[in-house]
Every structure is written in structure tokens, then in C-alpha cells.
């Protein structure tokens, strides 16, 4: 058995793409999972004013320094707009439905039903709308994925003191939906030719717009001290700017189902940060759930060795 001789210079392959679009997606997810730990230095701050002022001034960064290419490509921004302005309304939606559910049911909780619901959903809307066929691969990922936010979830049923666990993972389904909703929508627009940095940007910095009148009434909190001004800071320049410019570039070089499996590191990082940061505990159900989850980002991440063509 011999190799097949070759016929010229093989096609690029797509894996380092992928392979960078996902770390961009890791370190959105990692930067994400620190919200609820970074919110806990502010319990005088309500769910809404933290989720208006991160996505709110975090939008209109990301609007700012894309403001250029806005403008260049707002012809084609104006065909898009009823996925701009689909969009918007999820980036304005999510925020408030995320923080609302970590604070009624539990960091944990919260992030794990908001985060761990987005890929189904984002995959049955690439169904409905896109047409796309998921793999045998990535539906294997996602379910140890979503097994992993299940253990976890469920170890953290009996501690913390969650005042509202169902409202709060109704929210936390809602929270998933719109992250689905604003990640097909911006990847669509991509897909049509709008750069990464404008489709975000123009989406994020609409959102941002529909936030404002939510910080007006709600964020003179963030006034009362040093701390809470500081976490507001935080949130907007850390998770909500840098985090959804990764995420962007992320979703620019994979599709959105892989973009939202990745995600599912964010609860694991918000687990950890609660056990060594604020003091919770987790117990062994939980860590095996956190280890089911690096699982799924190894398998749905990593490129599989390539087969050699051999012939007689």
C-alpha cells in the first residue's frame, strides 16, 4: 500500500480558521464567566442596572470604534436591517434576563441555563432558517456539554441562597434565546459580506441605545461608592467590550451552533471564581460536571488527525 500521488497542492484546510475562531470564542467565554463573581462586589446594584450598564456602555464601545466601517457599509447595514434589528432587541433583552436569573437563582444556576440552553437553540434555528445539518461530532460535544451544566446545576440545588430558582431559570432560558438570536443574527450578516467589527458593532451599539433609558432609571446606585462605580467600569470594559469583540472575531471563522458549544466554558470559570473568590462550595457532583464540560470543548474543539488516502 502506497500513498496516492499527488496532483498538484493540496486545498487549504479550514481547521486553523476554525482553531482561532474558537480560541477568540474560549476567551470570550472566560472573560463572560466572571460577570457573576464581579457582580457579587456590588449587591446594592439591581440585576437590570448591572445588565444595562455592561451591554449599554460595552455596545457603544464596540458602536465607537467601529463607527467608520458603520458608516462605509451602511447601505448594505440597511438591507440587513431586520436582522440588525432582531439583534439589537436580543442584545437589549439578554442582559437584563442574564443578570436577573443569577440573582434569583443563583450565580450558578443562572449562568449555567443561560449559557448551557444556547447551543440547542442556536441549532435549531441554523435548522429552521439555514438549513444546516449539525454533525454526529458536535451533537456527541454538546450533549456532554450540556450532561456537564446539568450535574453542575443540580449540585448546586441544595446551597447559596437563590430566593426564586424558577423564575430564575425561566429567565435564564430566555437569557440563552436571545444570546442564540443575536449570535445567528450578526453571523448572518457576516455571511453577507459586513465585516465582523461593523456587524457587531452596529448591532451592539443599537442594543445599546435600547438599554439607555434602562440605566437612566436604575443606575444611580452605581453612584454610591467607589466599588460599585468600579464594577460597573469592569463589566462594560472587560467581559461586555473585549469579551464580544472576541466573540465576534470567533464567529467570523466558525458557525454559531460550534461558537455557543465553546461558551459552555463560561459556567465552568463562574463555578471556579464562586468556590476560590467568593467562598461557595462546590461538591464532587459539580467538579465532575465542570470536568464533562472541558470534555466538550476538547472534543468539539480540537482537530481530529487527518486520514491518508492510500491506494494499491
Same mark, same amino acid.
Given at each position: 500500500?502506497?500513498?496516492?500521488?499527488?496532483?498538484?497542492?493540496?486545498?487549504?484546510? %479550514?481547521? %486553523?480558521?476554525?482553531?482561532?475562531?474558537?480560541?477568540?470564542?474560549?476567551?470570550?467565554?472566560?472573560?463572560?464567566?466572571?460577570?457573576?463573581?464581579?457582580?457579587?462586589?456590588?449587591?446594592?446594584?439591581?440585576?437590570?442596572?448591572?445588565?444595562?450598564?455592561?451591554?449599554?456602555?460595552?455596545?457603544?464601545?464596540?458602536?465607537?470604534?467601529?463607527?467608520?466601517?458603520?458608516?462605509?457599509?451602511?447601505?448594505?447595514?440597511?438591507?440587513?436591517?431586520?436582522?440588525?434589528?432582531?439583534?439589537?432587541?436580543?442584545?437589549?433583552?439578554?442582559?437584563?434576563?442574564?443578570?436577573?436569573?443569577?440573582?434569583?437563582?443563583?450565580?450558578?444556576?443562572?449562568?449555567?441555563?443561560?449559557?448551557?440552553?444556547?447551543?440547542?437553540?442556536?441549532?435549531?434555528?441554523?435548522?429552521?432558517?439555514?438549513?444546516?445539518?449539525?454533525?454526529?461530532?458536535?451533537?456527541?460535544?454538546?450533549?456532554i456539554g450540556l450532561g456537564g451544566i446539568g450535574l453542575l446545576s443540580l449540585s448546586e440545588s441544595g446551597h447559596g441562597t437563590a430566593s426564586n430558582v424558577p423564575l430564575g431559570a425561566l429567565l435564564g432560558l430566555v437569557a440563552g434565546g436571545t444570546y442564540a438570536l443575536y449570535s445567528w443574527t450578526a453571523q448572518r450578516m457576516m455571511r453577507r459580506d459586513l465585516p465582523p467589527r461593523v456587524a457587531m458593532g452596529a448591532t451592539f451599539g443599537l442594543g445599546g441605545l435600547l438599554l439607555l433609558p434602562v440605566l437612566l432609571i436604575t443606575g444611580a446606585s452605581f453612584l454610591d461608592s467607589a466599588g460599585n462605580l468600579a464594577v460597573g467600569l469592569y463589566m462594560a470594559l472587560v467581559p461586555m467590550f473585549l469579551g464580544y469583540l472576541a466573540f465576534g472575531a470567533g464567529l467570523a471563522r466558525v458557525p454559531a451552533s460550534m461558537a455557543t458549544t465553546i461558551t459552555l466554558f463560561e459556567p465552568v470559570v463562574a463555578a471556579v471564581l464562586a468556590v476560590y473568590v467568593v467562598g461557595e462550595t462546590l461538591p464532587a457532583l459539580g467538579w465532575l460536571g465542570v470536568a464533562l464540560i472541558v470534555a466538550c470543548l476538547l472534543w468539539t474543539t480540537l482537530p481530529w488527525p487527518r486520514r491518508k488516502v492510500l491506494a494499491a
Open positions: 500500500m502506497t500513498s496516492a500521488p499527488s496532483n498538484g497542492p493540496a486545498p487549504s484546510s %479550514p481547521q %486553523p480558521r476554525q482553531t482561532i475562531g474558537a480560541l477568540f470564542c474560549l476567551f470570550a467565554a472566560i472573560a463572560w464567566g466572571t460577570t457573576g463573581t464581579a457582580a457579587t462586589f456590588a449587591p446594592g446594584v439591581s440585576p437590570l442596572a448591572i445588565g444595562a450598564a455592561a451591554m449599554g456602555i460595552g455596545g457603544a464601545l464596540q458602536a465607537l470604534i467601529a463607527y467608520k466601517g458603520i458608516w462605509t457599509h451602511r447601505a448594505a447595514l440597511r438591507r440587513e436591517r431586520m436582522a440588525l434589528l432582531v439583534g439589537a432587541v436580543s442584545v437589549a433583552i439578554y442582559p437584563l434576563a442574564f443578570y436577573a436569573s443569577m440573582r434569583l437563582a443563583g450565580v450558578t444556576v443562572g449562568t449555567v441555563i443561560s449559557i448551557g440552553s444556547a447551543p440547542l437553540i442556536s441549532a435549531l434555528i441554523e435548522y429552521a432558517l439555514d438549513g444546516r445539518r449539525l454533525t454526529v461530532r458536535w451533537a456527541i460535544g454538546a450533549a
